[in-house]
């Protein structure tokens, strides 16, 4: 672990301290400026107003709280990764948790000395000023990086294509130098070959290497043992991209019978405890989301009726069966969401329309600038708004917030053997290949990544999507 980012992950620490103490000074001074504006806020009582002292004793406290809250849930966790995204999404959740725990505490000790006001000042103030304190870090952080300080200096082993993919990737990434790649075999490569696996140590000395990266999967288990002990040993970060077995079985326990280890596949997060927890989310949310955007659904409904001749919602097929989709195990269920296109043109998707699917090479069929979606439709589709009705399937259990997204029946009939997996739990609103920042994924991609967040699923990372996923809608997308 280099220096800098250790640096870099313990300064953190009192920046939050300091601003959060700031903010509840600044939130104490707003209030008293707006007990002299009329109409702002009700006149203070000054008898029962705590002291300036009494304010700062409390905003350390709240501080300190906030610290300890933030280090259980790992938001000092020191990383070679710098996204800045993903540090303001886990201090936005550290907050919220923050909140929470302020206000149960007052409602448990029954005690609320303070103007509700300044405290509802004090909540977004300290919002606001953490993420300045992480942004003015990260204007740093960056400056430094760029001038080439504190950068990882990263070498490959093995010389193929995911090498020279990964590459490509973290060339953009201005925290890694490449170094070169390491391997017995020297191929035609953009990036430099520095010699064999057998010198391996001489060449960590000789390059000062922070990271390994290993792609190679035919070398031996001998020679992977003296990699990692040798990155153990010189304190090098070492990863490896695994087997696609490896991929497919990461969900494991491994336990002894006598002297013998044996691996056993875990079952899922989302089996006993886990499915009651997400369901209950759901529950939730779901409720939560129709009434905060009913506003928004029920001027939808309005544009769709007023845009062309049809049902608001599109729950029937051309023939006059229920739209349905494939749900949890395979069984269907009737499915929602805003009409998009024209009355009795659904069935052309596999018929006239079938030679503009861009998706050929997966049972599902996408076409690009659809002549059947209406002026509304595409409005709605840009912003996901057709699917919000899916809420109410969420609601009575058909679907779920997260998870991979609900097909129709043709194409899971196409499934190979290995895609029926995403089928063991229910269908999502919004999933991992919706939010990965890729709108290029072919079906084994999203198949990967959804199996991904079936076997790594947490309430967590379900938060975490669908904040990603508002940021998503409102950039819009393309058909």
Same mark, same amino acid.
């Given at each position: ?149 504190? +950068? ?11 090498? =020279? ?82 991929? +497919? ?89 805003? +009409? ?37 439709? +595409? ?34 009939? =196409? ?29 084994? =991609? ?34």
């Amino acid at each position: 672990m280099k220096r800098f980012e250790i640096f870099f992950g313990i300064v953190k620490v009192p920046i939050d301290f300091i601003m959060t103490v700031i903010a509840f000074m600044a939130a104490y001074q707003l209030r008293l400026l707006t007990d002299q504006v009329e109409g702002i806020a009700k006149a203070i009582d000054y008898s029962v107003l705590p002291t300036i002292k009494e304010y700062i004793y409390f905003s350390v406290g709240a501080a300190i709280v906030f610290i300890v809250i933030a280090t259980i849930g790992k938001s000092y966790k020191i990383k070679s990764t710098f996204k800045f995204s993903k540090e303001l999404r886990s201090l936005f959740l550290t907050w919220l948790v923050w909140m929470m725990a302020v206000v149960t505490y007052f409602f448990f000790t029954r005690t609320f000395p303070f103007s509700r006001l300044a405290m509802i000042y004090s909540w977004g103030l300290t919002l606001i000023l953490l993420g300045l304190g992480r942004a003015l870090l990260r204007i740093i952080q960056n400056a430094l990086l760029k001038s080439g300080i504190g +950068r990882r200096r990263l070498i490959f082993i093995g010389n193929n294509n995911i090498t =020279e993919e990964l590459n490509k990737m973290l060339q953009k990434d201005q925290s890694y130098k490449i170094i070169g790649i390491i391997g017995d075999t020297v191929k035609s490569s953009p990036i430099k070959h520095l010699g064999k696996i057998s010198q391996l140590e001489y060449l960590l000395k000789k390059h000062k290497v922070d990271e390994i990266i290993q792609t190679k999967s035919d070398t031996s288990s001998t020679q992977n043992e003296e990699i990692v002990e040798l990155c153990e040993l010189k304190h090098i970060n070492y990863k490896f991209v695994p087997d696609l077995i490896e991929v +497919r079985r990461t969900n494991i326990d491994i336990e002894t019978v006598g002297s013998i280890p044996i691996i056993s596949l875990k079952p899922t997060p989302l089996d006993g405890w886990g499915k009651v927890a997400k369901r209950l989310t759901d529950v939730a949310g779901a409720l939560a989301g129709m009434v905060l955007l009913s506003p928004i659904l029920l001027t939808a409904a309005i544009a769709v009726k007023i845009d062309s001749k049809g049902p608001i919602l599109f729950t029937k097929l051309d023939n006059g069966e229920d739209v349905k989709r494939v749900g949890e195990y395979g069984k269907l269920f009737k499915f929602y969401k805003f +009409r998009s296109m024209h009355p009795n043109t659904n069935s052309l998707r596999y018929k006239e329309l079938s030679k503009k699917n861009t998706r050929k090479e997966g049972p599902l069929v996408k076409i690009k600038n659809d002549p059947r979606v209406t002026n509304v439709g +595409r409005f709605i589709r840009k912003y996901s708004i057709d699917e919000l009705p899916q809420l109410w399937n969420v609601l009575i259990g058909n679907m779920s917030l997260v998870g991979p997204r609900p097909h129709l029946p043709e194409e899971v009939a =196409e499934y190979k053997k290995h895609h029926r997996f995403v089928l063991t739990i229910k269908p999502g609103l919004t999933g991992l290949p919706q939010t990965s920042g890729r709108s290029d994924l072919n079906f084994e =991609e999203e198949v990967k990544l959804d199996r991904f967040y079936i076997e790594n699923w947490s309430i967590l990372l379900d938060l975490k999507l669908i904040f990603k996923t508002i940021g998503v809608i409102l950039k819009g997308h393309d058909e």
